[in-house]
Protein backbone atom coordinates (compact mmCIF):
# COMPACT_ATOMS: atom_id res chain seq x y z
CA UNK A 1 0.00 0.00 0.00
CA UNK A 2 1.31 3.20 -0.88
CA UNK A 3 1.86 5.81 1.77
CA UNK A 4 -0.49 9.05 2.00
CA UNK A 5 1.70 12.10 2.64
CA UNK A 6 0.06 15.43 3.74
CA UNK A 7 0.94 18.32 1.57
CA UNK A 8 -2.16 20.71 3.22
CA UNK A 9 -1.68 24.23 4.31
CA UNK A 10 -4.68 25.02 5.77
CA UNK A 11 -4.54 24.60 9.42
CA UNK A 12 -0.68 26.61 9.53
CA UNK A 13 -1.05 27.15 13.02
CA UNK A 14 -3.82 28.52 15.59
CA UNK A 15 -6.12 31.14 13.83
CA UNK A 16 -5.74 33.96 16.82
CA UNK A 17 -9.03 35.80 15.45
CA UNK A 18 -10.92 32.97 16.32
CA UNK A 19 -9.80 33.06 20.05
CA UNK A 20 -10.56 36.84 19.76
CA UNK A 21 -13.87 38.15 21.81
CA UNK A 22 -12.61 40.95 23.39
CA UNK A 23 -12.69 43.66 20.33
CA UNK A 24 -10.53 46.18 22.81
CA UNK A 25 -8.03 43.03 22.85
CA UNK A 26 -7.54 43.65 18.64
CA UNK A 27 -4.49 46.31 18.61
CA UNK A 28 -2.93 43.80 21.01
CA UNK A 29 -3.38 41.01 19.16
CA UNK A 30 -2.10 42.17 16.02
CA UNK A 31 0.76 43.68 17.76
CA UNK A 32 1.73 40.77 19.08
CA UNK A 33 1.27 38.63 15.50
CA UNK A 34 3.29 41.37 14.09
CA UNK A 35 5.98 40.70 16.13
CA UNK A 36 6.03 37.17 16.38
CA UNK A 37 5.90 37.02 12.47
CA UNK A 38 8.88 39.57 13.16
CA UNK A 39 11.13 36.85 14.94
CA UNK A 40 9.63 34.46 12.99
CA UNK A 41 11.50 36.17 9.82
CA UNK A 42 14.33 36.77 11.31
CA UNK A 43 14.78 32.89 12.31
CA UNK A 44 13.56 31.84 8.82
CA UNK A 45 16.06 33.94 7.41
CA UNK A 46 18.81 32.58 9.75
CA UNK A 47 18.34 29.05 8.48
CA UNK A 48 18.99 30.37 5.21
CA UNK A 49 15.72 31.46 3.65
CA UNK A 50 15.22 34.83 1.95
CA UNK A 51 12.44 37.16 2.94
CA UNK A 52 9.78 36.87 0.67
CA UNK A 53 10.13 33.70 -0.73
CA UNK A 54 6.83 31.75 -1.31
CA UNK A 55 8.45 28.57 -1.17
CA UNK A 56 12.26 27.20 0.29
CA UNK A 57 14.10 26.14 -2.39
CA UNK A 58 14.89 21.77 -1.55
CA UNK A 59 18.74 23.43 -0.64
CA UNK A 60 17.33 25.58 1.63
CA UNK A 61 15.18 22.74 3.38
CA UNK A 62 18.29 20.78 3.55
CA UNK A 63 20.18 23.07 5.39
CA UNK A 64 17.61 23.37 7.64
CA UNK A 65 16.93 20.18 8.32
CA UNK A 66 21.11 19.43 9.47
CA UNK A 67 20.88 22.61 11.55
CA UNK A 68 17.53 21.59 13.10
CA UNK A 69 18.95 18.18 13.53
CA UNK A 70 22.21 19.49 15.17
CA UNK A 71 20.12 21.78 17.70
CA UNK A 72 17.65 18.91 18.64
CA UNK A 73 20.41 16.76 19.49
CA UNK A 74 21.27 17.97 22.58
CA UNK A 75 17.77 17.74 23.87
CA UNK A 76 14.74 20.21 22.96
CA UNK A 77 15.69 22.27 25.62
CA UNK A 78 18.20 23.71 23.74
CA UNK A 79 15.76 24.25 20.86
CA UNK A 80 13.55 27.49 20.81
CA UNK A 81 10.12 25.40 19.39
CA UNK A 82 7.94 28.53 19.38
CA UNK A 83 9.85 31.10 17.39
CA UNK A 84 10.68 28.54 14.87
CA UNK A 85 7.22 27.60 14.75
CA UNK A 86 6.54 28.52 11.21
CA UNK A 87 9.41 26.75 9.79
CA UNK A 88 8.88 23.45 11.68
CA UNK A 89 5.33 23.99 9.80
CA UNK A 90 7.18 23.77 6.49
CA UNK A 91 10.07 21.23 7.47
CA UNK A 92 7.63 18.63 8.75
CA UNK A 93 5.96 17.85 5.57
CA UNK A 94 9.03 18.14 3.71
CA UNK A 95 10.37 15.45 5.50
CA UNK A 96 7.05 13.18 5.46
CA UNK A 97 7.14 14.02 1.61
CA UNK A 98 11.06 12.67 1.27
CA UNK A 99 10.21 9.55 3.87
CA UNK A 100 12.30 10.85 6.69
CA UNK A 101 9.59 9.65 9.30
CA UNK A 102 11.83 9.82 12.46
CA UNK A 103 12.92 13.39 11.91
CA UNK A 104 8.69 14.37 10.91
CA UNK A 105 8.10 12.31 14.00
CA UNK A 106 11.13 14.26 16.03
CA UNK A 107 9.37 17.50 15.07
CA UNK A 108 6.28 17.23 15.21
CA UNK A 109 6.49 16.04 18.67
CA UNK A 110 8.52 19.45 19.18
CA UNK A 111 5.61 21.57 17.67
CA UNK A 112 3.31 20.21 19.66
CA UNK A 113 4.77 21.50 23.10
CA UNK A 114 4.34 24.40 21.31
CA UNK A 115 1.31 24.26 19.73
CA UNK A 116 -0.73 21.19 21.67
CA UNK A 117 -3.80 22.67 19.38
CA UNK A 118 -2.84 22.67 16.71
CA UNK A 119 -4.48 19.84 14.51
CA UNK A 120 -2.07 20.10 11.66
CA UNK A 121 1.10 19.01 14.30
CA UNK A 122 -0.84 15.73 15.74
CA UNK A 123 -2.12 15.08 12.12
CA UNK A 124 1.91 15.07 10.88
CA UNK A 125 2.58 13.82 14.05
CA UNK A 126 0.32 10.63 13.08
CA UNK A 127 0.99 10.36 9.69
CA UNK A 128 5.08 9.95 11.21
CA UNK A 129 3.73 7.22 13.40
CA UNK A 130 1.93 5.61 11.07
CA UNK A 131 5.02 4.90 8.51
CA UNK A 132 6.68 3.47 11.10
CA UNK A 133 4.56 1.01 11.44
CA UNK A 134 3.60 2.91 15.07
CA UNK A 135 -0.11 2.69 14.69
CA UNK A 136 -1.38 2.05 18.14
CA UNK A 137 0.50 5.85 18.71
CA UNK A 138 -0.55 7.38 14.64
CA UNK A 139 -4.38 6.26 15.91
CA UNK A 140 -3.87 8.70 19.47
CA UNK A 141 -2.53 10.94 17.18
CA UNK A 142 -5.17 11.03 14.88
CA UNK A 143 -7.90 10.98 17.48
CA UNK A 144 -6.28 13.98 18.64
CA UNK A 145 -6.45 15.97 15.83
CA UNK A 146 -9.96 15.03 14.71
CA UNK A 147 -11.13 16.52 18.05
CA UNK A 148 -9.12 19.77 17.31
CA UNK A 149 -10.67 19.66 13.31
CA UNK A 150 -13.49 17.46 13.34
CA UNK A 151 -14.42 18.49 10.01
CA UNK A 152 -11.11 17.61 8.15
CA UNK A 153 -11.42 14.59 5.72
CA UNK A 154 -7.59 14.31 5.60
CA UNK A 155 -7.44 13.49 8.88
CA UNK A 156 -10.61 10.93 8.84
CA UNK A 157 -8.64 9.20 5.33
CA UNK A 158 -5.51 8.80 7.78
CA UNK A 159 -7.06 7.31 10.34
CA UNK A 160 -8.84 4.47 7.46
CA UNK A 161 -5.30 4.16 6.51
CA UNK A 162 -4.58 3.18 9.95
CA UNK A 163 -8.07 0.51 10.36
CA UNK A 164 -6.58 -1.22 6.94
CA UNK A 165 -3.19 -2.00 8.41
CA UNK A 166 -4.27 -3.40 11.53
CA UNK A 167 -6.67 -5.09 9.69
CA UNK A 168 -9.63 -3.85 10.65
CA UNK A 169 -11.45 -3.61 7.22
CA UNK A 170 -14.83 -2.35 8.23
CA UNK A 171 -14.27 0.55 10.63
CA UNK A 172 -12.23 1.42 7.39
CA UNK A 173 -14.89 0.69 4.86
CA UNK A 174 -17.01 3.14 7.12
CA UNK A 175 -14.58 5.90 6.83
CA UNK A 176 -14.36 6.23 3.07
CA UNK A 177 -18.53 5.62 2.70
CA UNK A 178 -19.14 8.12 4.80
CA UNK A 179 -17.00 10.85 2.87
CA UNK A 180 -18.11 10.02 -0.20
CA UNK A 181 -22.13 10.15 0.93
CA UNK A 182 -21.16 14.05 0.90
CA UNK A 183 -18.32 14.28 -1.75
CA UNK A 184 -19.21 11.58 -4.26
CA UNK A 185 -16.11 12.36 -6.05
CA UNK A 186 -13.73 12.60 -3.36
CA UNK A 187 -10.65 11.16 -5.20
CA UNK A 188 -8.51 10.56 -1.79
CA UNK A 189 -11.31 8.69 -0.51
CA UNK A 190 -12.34 7.17 -3.44
CA UNK A 191 -8.24 6.07 -3.96
CA UNK A 192 -8.15 4.65 -0.45
CA UNK A 193 -11.60 2.67 -1.27
CA UNK A 194 -9.66 1.22 -4.09
CA UNK A 195 -6.82 -0.25 -1.99
CA UNK A 196 -8.83 -1.28 0.58
CA UNK A 197 -10.73 -3.51 -1.93
CA UNK A 198 -7.18 -5.32 -3.08
CA UNK A 199 -6.39 -5.99 0.84
CA UNK A 200 -9.84 -7.72 0.90
CA UNK A 201 -9.12 -9.49 -2.15
CA UNK A 202 -12.04 -7.80 -4.15
CA UNK A 203 -9.56 -7.30 -7.07
CA UNK A 204 -11.91 -6.82 -9.65
CA UNK A 205 -13.88 -3.96 -7.72
CA UNK A 206 -10.37 -2.28 -7.25
CA UNK A 207 -9.95 -2.39 -11.20
CA UNK A 208 -12.71 -0.47 -11.60
CA UNK A 209 -12.13 1.99 -9.53
CA UNK A 210 -8.87 2.65 -10.24
CA UNK A 211 -9.37 2.30 -14.14
CA UNK A 212 -12.13 5.82 -13.37
CA UNK A 213 -9.18 7.39 -11.01
CA UNK A 214 -6.82 6.98 -14.19
CA UNK A 215 -8.88 9.68 -15.29
CA UNK A 216 -7.93 11.87 -12.74
CA UNK A 217 -4.83 14.65 -12.61
CA UNK A 218 -3.66 14.19 -9.25
CA UNK A 219 -3.99 10.48 -8.69
CA UNK A 220 -3.64 9.20 -12.78
CA UNK A 221 -0.19 7.73 -11.98
CA UNK A 222 -1.36 6.37 -8.65
CA UNK A 223 -4.15 4.71 -9.72
CA UNK A 224 -1.99 3.17 -12.60
CA UNK A 225 0.64 1.89 -10.03
CA UNK A 226 -2.06 0.44 -7.90
CA UNK A 227 -3.99 -1.05 -10.91
CA UNK A 228 -0.51 -2.77 -12.42
CA UNK A 229 -0.70 -4.24 -8.93
CA UNK A 230 -4.02 -5.69 -8.98
CA UNK A 231 -3.12 -7.26 -12.65
CA UNK A 232 0.13 -8.70 -10.58
CA UNK A 233 -1.81 -10.20 -8.45
CA UNK A 234 -4.38 -11.98 -11.44
CA UNK A 235 -1.29 -12.92 -12.73
CA UNK A 236 -2.09 -11.01 -15.54
CA UNK A 237 2.02 -10.43 -15.91
CA UNK A 238 1.60 -8.75 -19.34
CA UNK A 239 -1.04 -5.81 -18.43
CA UNK A 240 1.01 -5.47 -14.68
CA UNK A 241 4.23 -4.45 -16.70
CA UNK A 242 2.75 -2.68 -19.45
CA UNK A 243 1.46 -0.27 -17.15
CA UNK A 244 4.67 -0.47 -14.58
CA UNK A 245 6.13 0.74 -17.67
CA UNK A 246 3.80 3.31 -18.25
CA UNK A 247 4.57 4.65 -15.03
CA UNK A 248 8.35 4.24 -15.51
CA UNK A 249 7.24 6.68 -18.75
CA UNK A 250 5.84 9.36 -17.00
CA UNK A 251 8.17 9.52 -13.70
CA UNK A 252 11.15 7.61 -14.61
CA UNK A 253 12.78 9.20 -11.40
CA UNK A 254 10.80 6.81 -9.33
CA UNK A 255 12.41 4.22 -8.48
CA UNK A 256 9.73 2.16 -7.19
CA UNK A 257 8.68 1.54 -10.32
CA UNK A 258 11.42 0.10 -11.97
CA UNK A 259 11.73 -1.80 -8.97
CA UNK A 260 7.64 -3.11 -9.37
CA UNK A 261 8.33 -3.93 -13.02
CA UNK A 262 11.12 -5.77 -11.79
CA UNK A 263 9.05 -8.11 -9.62
CA UNK A 264 6.71 -8.95 -12.69
CA UNK A 265 9.50 -9.56 -14.87
CA UNK A 266 10.96 -12.56 -12.20
CA UNK A 267 7.38 -13.36 -11.65
CA UNK A 268 7.62 -14.12 -15.56
CA UNK A 269 10.88 -16.12 -15.41
CA UNK A 270 12.67 -13.19 -16.73
CA UNK A 271 15.48 -13.04 -14.57
CA UNK A 272 18.38 -11.28 -17.04
CA UNK A 273 15.67 -8.37 -17.81
CA UNK A 274 14.70 -8.10 -14.29
CA UNK A 275 18.18 -7.35 -13.20
CA UNK A 276 18.51 -4.31 -15.67
CA UNK A 277 15.04 -2.88 -13.81
CA UNK A 278 16.44 -3.33 -10.55
CA UNK A 279 19.92 -2.20 -11.35
CA UNK A 280 18.10 1.47 -12.57
CA UNK A 281 15.88 1.13 -9.20
CA UNK A 282 19.02 1.10 -6.80
CA UNK A 283 20.70 3.73 -9.13
CA UNK A 284 18.00 5.98 -8.65
CA UNK A 285 17.91 5.31 -4.65
CA UNK A 286 21.14 3.29 -3.70
CA UNK A 287 19.50 2.64 -0.01
CA UNK A 288 16.74 0.61 -1.46
CA UNK A 289 17.14 -2.62 0.48
CA UNK A 290 14.31 -4.42 -0.92
CA UNK A 291 16.22 -3.51 -4.51
CA UNK A 292 19.38 -4.83 -3.75
CA UNK A 293 17.81 -7.86 -2.15
CA UNK A 294 15.44 -8.55 -5.42
CA UNK A 295 18.78 -7.94 -7.47
CA UNK A 296 20.73 -10.99 -5.33
CA UNK A 297 17.68 -13.06 -5.72
CA UNK A 298 17.90 -12.95 -9.71
CA UNK A 299 21.66 -13.55 -10.01
CA UNK A 300 21.72 -16.37 -7.69
CA UNK A 301 18.87 -18.07 -9.51
CA UNK A 302 20.90 -17.69 -12.77
CA UNK A 303 24.04 -19.05 -10.80
CA UNK A 304 25.92 -15.90 -10.70
CA UNK A 305 26.67 -16.13 -6.79
CA UNK A 306 29.31 -13.75 -6.76
CA UNK A 307 27.23 -10.71 -7.72
CA UNK A 308 24.17 -11.83 -4.93
CA UNK A 309 26.71 -11.68 -2.66
CA UNK A 310 27.50 -8.07 -3.51
CA UNK A 311 23.68 -7.51 -4.21
CA UNK A 312 23.13 -8.94 -0.75
CA UNK A 313 25.99 -7.25 1.15
CA UNK A 314 24.27 -3.89 -0.43
CA UNK A 315 20.88 -4.86 0.80
CA UNK A 316 22.70 -5.35 4.83
CA UNK A 317 24.31 -1.74 4.02
CA UNK A 318 20.95 -0.42 4.45
CA UNK A 319 18.44 -2.94 6.71
CA UNK A 320 20.00 -5.50 8.69
CA UNK A 321 17.00 -6.46 10.97
CA UNK A 322 15.38 -8.41 7.63
CA UNK A 323 16.42 -12.40 8.55
CA UNK A 324 15.82 -13.09 4.86
CA UNK A 325 18.23 -10.90 3.82
CA UNK A 326 21.36 -12.53 6.17
CA UNK A 327 20.02 -16.03 5.34
CA UNK A 328 20.07 -15.76 1.68
CA UNK A 329 23.67 -14.59 1.89
CA UNK A 330 24.85 -17.44 4.25
CA UNK A 331 23.60 -19.30 1.52
CA UNK A 332 25.16 -17.80 -1.49
CA UNK A 333 28.28 -17.71 1.01
CA UNK A 334 27.31 -21.57 1.47
CA UNK A 335 27.68 -22.51 -1.96
CA UNK A 336 30.38 -20.66 -3.00
CA UNK A 337 32.27 -22.66 0.11
CA UNK A 338 32.93 -19.43 1.91
CA UNK A 339 31.84 -21.39 4.89
CA UNK A 340 33.28 -19.42 7.53
CA UNK A 341 31.15 -16.04 6.52
CA UNK A 342 28.29 -18.47 5.90
CA UNK A 343 27.85 -19.60 9.32
CA UNK A 344 28.58 -15.38 10.64
CA UNK A 345 25.66 -14.91 8.32
CA UNK A 346 23.54 -17.86 9.31
CA UNK A 347 24.05 -16.90 13.08
CA UNK A 348 22.55 -13.10 12.20
CA UNK A 349 19.91 -14.90 10.43
CA UNK A 350 19.12 -16.67 13.61
CA UNK A 351 19.26 -13.92 16.07
CA UNK A 352 16.35 -12.32 14.23
CA UNK A 353 14.42 -15.58 13.56
CA UNK A 354 15.87 -18.19 16.28
CA UNK A 355 13.47 -21.03 15.21
CA UNK A 356 14.02 -20.48 11.15
CA UNK A 357 14.64 -23.97 9.81
CA UNK A 358 16.43 -23.25 6.73
CA UNK A 359 18.86 -21.12 8.67
CA UNK A 360 19.17 -23.79 11.33
CA UNK A 361 20.19 -26.24 8.27
CA UNK A 362 22.55 -23.92 6.49
CA UNK A 363 24.43 -23.08 9.68
CA UNK A 364 24.90 -26.63 10.97
CA UNK A 365 26.00 -27.39 6.78
CA UNK A 366 28.43 -24.66 7.12
CA UNK A 367 29.62 -26.00 10.58
CA UNK A 368 30.40 -29.04 8.96
CA UNK A 369 32.03 -27.10 5.97
CA UNK A 370 34.84 -26.01 8.51
CA UNK A 371 35.31 -29.26 10.53
CA UNK A 372 32.90 -28.51 13.23
CA UNK A 373 31.02 -31.57 13.72
CA UNK A 374 29.81 -30.86 16.93
CA UNK A 375 28.57 -27.51 16.03
CA UNK A 376 27.51 -29.28 12.86
CA UNK A 377 25.37 -31.51 14.89
CA UNK A 378 24.07 -29.68 17.60
CA UNK A 379 22.39 -27.06 14.85
CA UNK A 380 21.63 -29.98 12.98
CA UNK A 381 19.54 -31.40 15.99
CA UNK A 382 17.68 -27.82 16.49
CA UNK A 383 16.43 -28.13 12.78
CA UNK A 384 15.19 -31.70 13.36
CA UNK A 385 12.99 -30.43 16.24
CA UNK A 386 11.34 -28.40 14.17
CA UNK A 387 10.71 -30.58 10.91
CA UNK A 388 11.54 -34.57 12.78
CA UNK A 389 10.68 -36.24 9.43
CA UNK A 390 12.53 -34.11 6.97
CA UNK A 391 14.63 -37.07 5.23
CA UNK A 392 17.44 -34.59 3.45
CA UNK A 393 17.91 -33.57 7.15
CA UNK A 394 18.12 -36.62 8.50
CA UNK A 395 20.72 -38.31 6.13
CA UNK A 396 22.81 -34.53 6.28
CA UNK A 397 22.68 -35.70 10.39
CA UNK A 398 24.09 -39.81 9.48
CA UNK A 399 26.72 -38.41 7.40
CA UNK A 400 28.22 -35.40 10.03
CA UNK A 401 27.84 -38.45 12.39
CA UNK A 402 29.52 -40.95 10.24
CA UNK A 403 32.26 -38.10 10.16
CA UNK A 404 32.49 -37.63 13.29
CA UNK A 405 33.44 -41.90 13.68
CA UNK A 406 29.56 -41.90 15.04
CA UNK A 407 28.65 -45.23 13.43
CA UNK A 408 26.18 -46.48 15.93
CA UNK A 409 24.24 -42.96 15.68
CA UNK A 410 25.12 -42.49 12.03
CA UNK A 411 23.23 -46.04 11.12
CA UNK A 412 20.40 -44.86 12.73
CA UNK A 413 20.10 -41.72 11.38
CA UNK A 414 20.36 -43.55 8.11
CA UNK A 415 17.34 -45.91 9.02
CA UNK A 416 15.38 -43.04 10.38
CA UNK A 417 15.25 -41.18 7.26
CA UNK A 418 14.49 -44.62 5.16
CA UNK A 419 11.55 -44.74 7.10
CA UNK A 420 10.47 -41.32 6.26
CA UNK A 421 11.55 -42.16 2.74
CA UNK A 422 12.11 -45.48 1.98
CA UNK A 423 12.29 -44.79 -2.18
CA UNK A 424 14.81 -42.00 -2.13
CA UNK A 425 17.45 -43.67 -4.28
CA UNK A 426 20.41 -41.22 -2.89
CA UNK A 427 19.43 -41.98 0.84
CA UNK A 428 19.62 -45.96 0.04
CA UNK A 429 23.16 -45.56 -1.60
CA UNK A 430 24.77 -43.95 1.21
CA UNK A 431 23.51 -46.31 3.89
CA UNK A 432 24.38 -49.22 1.92
CA UNK A 433 27.92 -47.32 1.21
CA UNK A 434 28.24 -47.28 4.94
CA UNK A 435 27.22 -50.76 6.13
CA UNK A 436 29.92 -51.60 3.28
CA UNK A 437 32.58 -49.18 4.91
CA UNK A 438 31.92 -51.20 7.82
CA UNK A 439 32.08 -54.54 6.46
CA UNK A 440 28.30 -55.80 6.66
CA UNK A 441 28.32 -56.75 3.65
CA UNK A 442 25.24 -58.94 3.55
CA UNK A 443 23.03 -56.31 4.25
CA UNK A 444 24.68 -53.79 2.38
CA UNK A 445 24.04 -56.04 -0.60
CA UNK A 446 20.41 -56.24 0.07
CA UNK A 447 20.29 -52.34 -0.15
CA UNK A 448 22.39 -51.66 -2.97
CA UNK A 449 19.67 -54.45 -4.63
CA UNK A 450 17.04 -51.56 -3.91
CA UNK A 451 19.58 -48.79 -5.50
CA UNK A 452 19.46 -50.96 -8.50
CA UNK A 453 15.53 -51.48 -8.47
CA UNK A 454 15.27 -47.88 -8.66
CA UNK A 455 18.08 -46.91 -10.92
CA UNK A 456 18.76 -49.40 -13.05
CA UNK A 457 20.79 -46.93 -15.26
CA UNK A 458 23.23 -46.34 -12.69
CA UNK A 459 26.76 -48.12 -12.75
CA UNK A 460 27.52 -47.56 -9.22
CA UNK A 461 25.18 -49.87 -7.84
CA UNK A 462 25.97 -53.15 -10.16
CA UNK A 463 29.97 -52.15 -8.83
CA UNK A 464 28.77 -52.07 -5.40
CA UNK A 465 26.65 -54.88 -5.27
CA UNK A 466 29.33 -57.14 -7.31
CA UNK A 467 32.14 -56.12 -4.38
CA UNK A 468 29.80 -57.32 -1.68
CA UNK A 469 28.96 -60.75 -3.36
CA UNK A 470 32.59 -61.25 -4.08
CA UNK A 471 33.15 -60.54 -0.38
CA UNK A 472 30.85 -62.85 0.77
CA UNK A 473 32.41 -65.61 -1.38
CA UNK A 474 29.72 -65.59 -4.83
CA UNK A 475 32.34 -66.38 -7.67
CA UNK A 476 30.22 -66.29 -10.57
CA UNK A 477 26.84 -63.47 -10.08
CA UNK A 478 29.63 -60.64 -9.50
CA UNK A 479 30.64 -61.20 -13.61
CA UNK A 480 27.36 -60.43 -14.53
CA UNK A 481 27.19 -57.34 -12.60
CA UNK A 482 30.83 -55.90 -13.16
CA UNK A 483 29.83 -56.83 -17.21
CA UNK A 484 26.41 -54.49 -16.50
CA UNK A 485 28.40 -51.40 -14.71
CA UNK A 486 31.10 -51.52 -17.45
CA UNK A 487 28.57 -51.28 -20.14
CA UNK A 488 27.17 -48.49 -18.66
CA UNK A 489 30.28 -46.66 -18.07
CA UNK A 490 33.03 -47.74 -19.99
CA UNK A 491 35.81 -46.44 -18.25
CA UNK A 492 35.24 -48.42 -15.66
CA UNK A 493 37.04 -50.59 -17.26
CA UNK A 494 40.66 -48.87 -16.72
CA UNK A 495 40.27 -48.78 -13.02
CA UNK A 496 38.38 -51.86 -12.60
CA UNK A 497 41.33 -54.56 -12.32
CA UNK A 498 43.20 -52.24 -9.93
CA UNK A 499 40.53 -52.01 -7.35
CA UNK A 500 39.06 -55.28 -7.31
CA UNK A 501 42.51 -56.83 -7.34
CA UNK A 502 42.74 -54.89 -3.47
CA UNK A 503 40.19 -57.33 -2.33
CA UNK A 504 41.54 -60.00 -0.33
CA UNK A 505 40.35 -62.80 -2.68
CA UNK A 506 42.45 -65.55 -3.54
CA UNK A 507 40.23 -66.49 -6.84
CA UNK A 508 40.84 -62.46 -8.05
CA UNK A 509 42.98 -64.24 -11.26
CA UNK A 510 43.65 -63.11 -14.67
CA UNK A 511 40.94 -65.84 -15.60
CA UNK A 512 38.16 -64.03 -13.83
CA UNK A 513 39.06 -60.64 -15.73
CA UNK A 514 38.99 -62.64 -18.77
CA UNK A 515 35.18 -63.96 -17.78
CA UNK A 516 34.24 -60.26 -17.50
CA UNK A 517 35.67 -58.90 -20.50
CA UNK A 518 34.00 -61.71 -22.83
Known amino acids: MMCKFVHSDTHNRVNISLLITNFDLIPLCLYCIE ?19 DEPSPRDMDEQLRRFRHELSGGSKNFDGFHNAQALETLIPYCLDKQLFNDALTFSTVLIEYQPFSADAWLWRGVALSNLERFDEAMESFDRAMSLDPTDNDIQLHRADVFAERGEYERAWHIYEEILSTHADDEEALYGKALLLGRMNRIDEAIVLLKYLQKSEERSLDATAELAYC ?26 HWFNAGVVLCHQQQFYKAIDYYDMAVTLKPEFSAAWYNLGNSYGTLGRLIEAIYAYEQALEFERTDFA ?34 SLYGLAASYDGIGKSEKAIEYYLQAELLQPHDSDLLYAIADVYYSAKNVEQALAYYEKALRTNPRDPDGIFDYAATLFDEAMYGEAALWFEKFIELRPDNYEGYYFLAKCLLLLGDKQTPIDLLRKAIHIHPELRTDLRKDISGLPLFFLNESFFRKIEE
Open 35 to 53: NISYRERQYMNSYGFDEGE
Open 231 to 256: YDQKHDYDNAFALYQQCIDEDPFDAT
Open 325 to 358: FWHNLGSAYHETNQSQKAVEAFHNALAIEPHHFE
